[in-house]
Every structure is written in structure tokens, then in C-alpha cells.
């Protein structure tokens, strides 16, 4: 027979749950309110119940984790959630991931931002930023160091080198098919006519970031009228 513990909160007199009643404990003998290593989802996928004080939340946030001592990877930690584990609602996570797609579809920004985002990641711009932000001697700063340009390893600068080569094959074609003899040729007639950044990318096909940088390059040339 299961025995009692005097110490774990019990029913309502008429026999119904008290609000917030655990249902687990830690090793240190904390009390948990919802399962360790996985997400409570409650009212019809609208709330996710916070493992550390019970509360039914559309999102477990930083705000919310910070009343109890911890910030979100602590609380993940804590209660044996893997890293990337979502602390929000599906309802609200589904509406949000509705709204990002209508913003992709409707918003040029949007679109031009992430794309951009994806460029500096392929190219290791994202790497050094991170590296950067780093304290000198960290493992995280080490990682980075391995990623970035010059730390990374003679294989990967040269799969970098020959991505970089294909790409600029695809926009020398494009720009052939646009009646330009060379790819020097369509920027320099792309900066003479004053033209964006954002026309450039459509018509080459390759990233904001690089567009943008495509133009710089032709304006820095030397001898450029």
C-alpha cells in the first residue's frame, strides 16, 4: 500500500484537486507541478503549466522563470527539458508561426532580413560576430574560433572557397542571360543607373547582404567613372 506523505499537499474536502497540486519531486526534494522532462499542455493546447509553481501560462518566458530564480536555460535544465524544447503553448505557437508566414509572404523587409541573416551565416560573419561577444578562453569562444575564417580548417575554407566560386558562376550567368558580357559589366551598369540593392539580388538571384556588397565593390574599384 502506497503510504501517505505528510508533507505533499492533498484533495479539497469534497474530494476535488487543490489548484496547483504537484506531481513529482526532484532529488532535492523540490516539488514538481508538471512531469520532469516533458511540457504540460492543458486547456485544449492554450497553457503550458510551469513545472516550478504550477501557473498555467500561454508561454513560459524569461519574465516568469526569473520569479523563481532561473532563467530559461536553468528552468530547462532543471526540470529535464532538452535545450530547444519549446516553453510555449502549441495554440499561441501556432498562431505565431501563422503570423511569421504572412509576414514572409507580405513583407520584403522580412524577407531581405532573413536572407541576409542566412548569408552572413554561410559566409562565417555570424561566426565572428559570436566569437567576438566571447570572453577570451572560453569554450564556447574556441568553438567559434574553429568556425570562423581564419580558424577554420583547410577543408572547410576550401568548401567555402568553391561554394563561393559556384555562386559567382550562377551570377555571371545570370547576368550574361540579362546581355551583359561579364558580371563586372552588369554591376557597373547597375551602379551607373543608380539602381537598389534590392534589384540586383532578384535579378542575380543571390542574397541582400551580397548585393549590396557586389555594389560597394564596383564603387571602391579604382578608376570607376
Given at each position: 500500500?502506497?503510504?501517505?506523505?505528510?508533507?505533499?499537499?492533498?484533495?479539497?474536502?469534497?474530494?476535488?484537486?487543490?489548484?496547483?497540486?504537484?506531481?513529482?519531486?526532484?532529488?532535492?526534494?523540490?516539488?514538481?507541478?508538471?512531469?520532469?522532462?516533458?511540457?504540460?499542455?492543458?486547456?485544449?493546447?492554450?497553457?503550458?503549466?510551469?513545472?516550478?509553481?504550477?501557473?498555467?501560462?500561454?508561454?513560459?518566458?524569461?519574465?516568469?522563470?526569473?520569479?523563481?530564480?532561473?532563467?530559461?536555460?536553468?528552468?530547462?535544465?532543471?526540470?529535464?527539458?532538452?535545450?530547444?524544447?519549446?516553453?510555449?503553448?502549441?495554440?499561441?505557437?501556432?498562431?505565431?508561426?501563422?503570423?511569421?508566414?504572412?509576414?514572409?509572404?507580405?513583407?520584403?523587409?522580412?524577407?531581405?532580413?532573413?536572407?541576409?541573416?542566412?548569408?552572413?551565416?554561410?559566409?562565417?560573419?555570424?561566426?565572428?560576430?559570436?566569437?567576438?561577444?566571447?570572453?577570451?578562453?572560453?569554450?564556447?569562444?574556441?568553438?567559434?574560433?574553429?568556425?570562423?575564417?581564419?580558424?577554420?580548417?583547410?577543408?572547410?575554407?576550401?568548401?567555402?572557397?568553391?561554394?563561393?566560386?559556384?555562386?559567382?558562376?550562377?551570377?555571371?550567368?545570370?547576368?550574361?542571360?540579362?546581355?551583359?558580357?561579364?558580371?563586372?559589366?552588369?554591376?557597373?551598369?547597375?551602379?551607373?543607373?543608380?539602381?537598389?540593392a534590392h534589384r540586383?539580388?532578384?535579378?542575380?538571384?543571390?542574397?541582400?547582404?551580397?548585393?549590396?556588397?557586389?555594389?560597394?565593390?564596383?564603387?571602391?574599384?579604382p578608376g570607376r567613372?
Amino acid at each position: 500500500m502506497a503510504t501517505t506523505d505528510p508533507e505533499r499537499p492533498r484533495a479539497s474536502a469534497d474530494g476535488a484537486l487543490e489548484p496547483h497540486l504537484p506531481c513529482d519531486r526532484l532529488p532535492d526534494g523540490t516539488w514538481v507541478y508538471a512531469p520532469v522532462g516533458a511540457m504540460l499542455v492543458v486547456a485544449s493546447g492554450q497553457r503550458v503549466v510551469c513545472h516550478a509553481c504550477g501557473d498555467a501560462l500561454s508561454a513560459v518566458t524569461g519574465v516568469h522563470t526569473a520569479r523563481h530564480g532561473m532563467d530559461l536555460g536553468t528552468y530547462r535544465a532543471r526540470f529535464g527539458l532538452n535545450r530547444k524544447q519549446s516553453l510555449i503553448a502549441p495554440v499561441l505557437g501556432e498562431a505565431r508561426r501563422v503570423e511569421g508566414l504572412r509576414r514572409w509572404e507580405s513583407n520584403e523587409l522580412v524577407r531581405t532580413g532573413l536572407e541576409q541573416g542566412r548569408e552572413m551565416a554561410r559566409t562565417g560573419v555570424l561566426h565572428d560576430l559570436g566569437r567576438a561577444a566571447q570572453p577570451p578562453g572560453t569554450r564556447r569562444a574556441q568553438g567559434r574560433l574553429a568556425a570562423s575564417r581564419e580558424g577554420a580548417s583547410v577543408a572547410l575554407r576550401a568548401d567555402r572557397d568553391a561554394r563561393a566560386a559556384a555562386a559567382r558562376e550562377r551570377w555571371t550567368q545570370q547576368a550574361q542571360d540579362l546581355g551583359f558580357d561579364t558580371l563586372q559589366a552588369y554591376l557597373a551598369a547597375r551602379v551607373r543607373d543608380g539602381s537598389s540593392a534590392h534589384r540586383v539580388r532578384t535579378e542575380l538571384g543571390c542574397g541582400g547582404s551580397v548585393a549590396v556588397r557586389l555594389l560597394a565593390q564596383m564603387d571602391d574599384a579604382p578608376g570607376r567613372r
